[in-house]
C-alpha cells in the first residue's frame, strides 16, 4: 500500500496532508510505503503503478466533517499542467503509461486557514487531523471495512 500525503507546510491548514503521511511514517507500519510531496506530479504515476492501493492524503476545504474517504478511479482534468495534477490525473496516467489500475482512496482533512504564511496548523485542522490518524489506523487494522471506509 503506497500513502501519498501533499500540501504546503508553510500555508497553514494545507500542511495537513504532509502533517497525515509523515505522522503515518514514524509509526512505520509494515506494509505502507509513505510519500510526501507539496504537490501531485506526473512522476507519481510511477510509483502509483507499483502498489495494489493507494491514498492520497490532502486537505480539504469546506468539507462539512472532520474529514472525508472515498475511492476514486482513473479520470481525465480539464486542464492538465504541472500545478494541476489531481489524484484522478496521477491514476490516469499509471494506467496509460504502466498498464496499472490499482484501488485508490482520497482522505481529505478538512481545514481552515490557508491564506497566511505560517507554519502549524490551525487548533481545529490539528483534531480533525487527529480525528483522521485514528479512522485510519483502524482501517489499516481491519476494524473498518473497505465498503463502511467508503462512507466515513
Known sequence: MLLIGYGNPGRGDD???????????ARA????????DYQLVAEHALAV????????ADAEIGGAEAFSFRE???????VLG???????TVLALCETLYGARPQAFVLGISGYEYGEV?????DKAAANLEAAESFFLKWLAGEISLREAAHA
Request: no cysteine; hydrophobic share 35%; glycine share 18%.
Open 49 to 56: 503503478s507499483g502498489h495494489e492501493l493507494v491514498i492520497f
Open 72 to 78: 476514486t478511479g482513473p479520470g481525465a482534468p480539464e
Open 82 to 88: 504541472s500545478h494541476s495534477l489531481v489524484p484522478e
Open 29 to 36: 507500519l509494515p506494509g505502507l510505503e509513505v510519500d510526501t
Open 118 to 122: 505560517k507554519e502549524g496548523l490551525s
Open 15 to 25: 500542511g495537513l496532508g504532509p502533517a497525515f503521511s509523515e505522522g503515518m511514517a
